[in-house]
């Protein structure tokens, strides 16, 4: 078995003994424990990818967007957009862009699960359009003090710490945003009410707000000024892992729903017999494969560094609507059974939705992609 298999063996094995067991808890609670991050950080899945010195293991990036896949197929996908935002975002920003004492102080933490992390772009009236981002960070002697709010952050309610996109310098746009490391227990620090969903229950969504948080100037991740370009850098990170979840997601449903269409009797015959059923499930195939062939071409162009910014929201938009289009044709083939809670096809239903909606939506795919062919 090469790494990456036995890797895979060992998250399923995890997965199955740690998170089948109380996923239907979560959902019910509506957020997933806190504590279920040190056991997560325990067995080694967090920050997998980096080096021993921050706590990591030293694996390849791919084993990363494995666990990923893993979690989405075997139908925990909050857990897995949890995971993208704490281990394949918010790490790399302070691995790529953070200075040396930036990364002894918060990743051995966010390595053993310790320390809980989210990222903060969004604002009420700031999502596709972040350059219009109104939280403030003014400069005070050797601080900065924070004003602000922010909306739907994964990992919210759990967070000690939240990179936090804020204006340095209103007048210069976009060139006016800087990046902080804020830490949660700070006073003016306060969590909002958690966010109900229509999906991904268990995942942790929430509303932070900032009044006159004093940082310390050393809270600044990179160039003051610079925190556009960062995130516009690293947002085609965050768009591979959001595509690998689609393509694990659609595997699971996929798998599931093969296996219901086989036992399930109508007319005298199995529902696997249709024609219909298994057009149906040819067409999902071949589009998840498509899917998985674009993926692979933007991760080994991710690993040689080229990959682009108009790779990566290709892709992400391919797969995330293949996602949602595939998972309802699915839950379509289980009939009435595939609307009830019985069966996990429904969550997986639910679930899906968002994610043609956040890491930047369609539509903003699809400029950034139009842009590429056409200019602005
Ligand atoms: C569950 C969940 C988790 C999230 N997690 C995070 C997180 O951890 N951190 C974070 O910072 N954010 C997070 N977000 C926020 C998410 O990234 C934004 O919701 C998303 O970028 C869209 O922004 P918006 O909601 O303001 O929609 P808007 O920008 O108001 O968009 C409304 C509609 O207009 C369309 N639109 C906007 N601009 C254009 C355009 N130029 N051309 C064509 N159509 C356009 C959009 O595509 C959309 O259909 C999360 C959201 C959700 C729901």
């Keep these: 078995m090469d790494m990456l298999n036995e890797f895979r063996d060992m998250v399923q094995r995890f997965l199955q003994a740690e998170v089948e067991p109380n996923i239907e808890q979560w959902e019910a ?18 920050l997998v990818d980096f080096e021993a010195e921050h706590g990591g293991a030293e694996a390849d990036f791919d084993v990363s967007l494995m666990v990923q896949e893993e979690m989405c197929r075997m139908g925990y996908h909050a857990l897995a957009s ?3 935002i704490h281990a394949n975002i918010v790490a ?7 200075t040396d004492a930036q990364k002894q102080h918060w990743l051995p933490g966010m390595a053993s699960g310790e320390i809980v992390t989210a990222l903060g772009m969004t604002e009420p009236s700031a999502g596709s359009d972040l350059a219009a981002l109104r939280t403030r960070a003014v400069r005070d002697g050797d601080d900065y003090i924070i ?21 340095t310098d209103p007048e210069k746009g976009a060139k006016g945003v800087s990046l902080f490391l804020v830490d949660a227990s700070l006073p003016g620090f306060e969590k909002g009410k958690k966010i109900e969903k229509m999906g991904q229950h268990s995942g942790d969504t929430a509303e932070l707000f900032f009044s006159d948080v004093r940082v310390p100037a050393d809270a600044l991740l990179g160039k003051e000024g610079h925190g556009f370009a960062y995130m516009m850098s690293e947002l085609p990170r965050e768009r591979l892992g959001v595509a690998v979840q689609a393509i694990g997601h659609v595997q699971g449903a996929l798998d599931m729903t093969v296996e219901y269409v086989k036992e399930r009797q109508a007319f005298g015959q199995s529902v696997a017999k249709f024609q219909n059923t298994r057009f149906k499930l040819a067409d999902v195939k071949t589009e998840l494969e498509l899917c998985r062939a674009l993926m692979e071409k933007c991760l080994a162009k991710f690993k040689r560094d080229e990959m682009t910014v108009e790779d990566a929201a290709m892709l992400k938009y ?3 609507d293949m996602q949602v289009r595939v998972i309802s044709e699915c839950l379509q083939l289980f009939g009435g059974y595939g609307y009830t809670d019985e069966y996990p096809i429904s969550r997986f239903y639910r679930d899906a ?7 930047g939506s369609t539509e903003i795919m699809k400029e950034i992609v139009a842009r590429s062919i056409l200019g602005r």
């Design 29 to 46: 609670d509506k957020l997933m424990p806190k504590s279920f991050w040190p056991v997560m950080g325990g067995a080694g899945l967090l």
């Design 82 to 84: 949890a995971y993208n």
């Design 92 to 98: 790399p920003y302070i691995l790529n862009i953070g």
């Design 147 to 167: 004003n602000g709010s922010k909306v739907f952050i994964t990992n919210g309610i759990h967070a000690d710490m939240v990179v936090v996109a804020a204006k």
């Design 318 to 320: 391919a797969a995330t």
């Design 353 to 359: 939705r968002v994610q043609t909606i956040y890491a």
